[in-house]
C-alpha cells in the first residue's frame, strides 16, 4: 500500500508541473478519488486482519446456524465473517476479505 501511495504523490507532483490547468484539476481529482480509496480499503483490510468488523462496508446478508455468517459489501470487496454461536461471547472465528473473486485477507482462529 506504501507503494501505491508513493506512485500516486509523484503522479500529482508530474501532473503539477507539466499539465495544463483544465487537465490538471481533472487528474488531480481522479488523483484524489483513489487515494480515497485506497485508505478506506487498507483500513478494511487491517481491520480484516485483526477480527474487527469492517468500518467502511455495509450488511448485506446474514445466515445463523451453528456458524453465523455475515456478508458485508465494501466498494469493490466482499466480506465474509463467521461467528461461533455455541459461545456466549460470539466470538470470530474466521473473517475473508475479497476482491475480484479473490480472497485479499484474511484471518482464522
Known sequence: MIGIFIIL???MLLIIKFCKKTLKI???IIIVVV???????????????????PIFAI???ETDLTYKTIVYQG????INE????TRTDNQ???IE????NKCIAGAVQ
Do not use: H, P, Q, W
Request: glycine share 2%; proline share 0%.
Open 82 to 85: 463467521s461467528k461461533d454461536t
Open 59 to 61: 450488511k448485506v446478508d
Open 35 to 53: 487515494t480515497l480509496y485506497c485508505i478506506i480499503l487498507s483500513i478494511d483490510i487491517n481491520r480484516v486482519n485483526s477480527f474487527e468488523e
Open 75 to 78: 466498494l469493490g470487496y466482499t
Open 9 to 11: 504523490l509523484l503522479a
Open 26 to 28: 481533472f487528474l488531480s
Open 92 to 94: 470470530i472465528i474466521k
Open 97 to 100: 476479505m475479497y476482491m475480484f
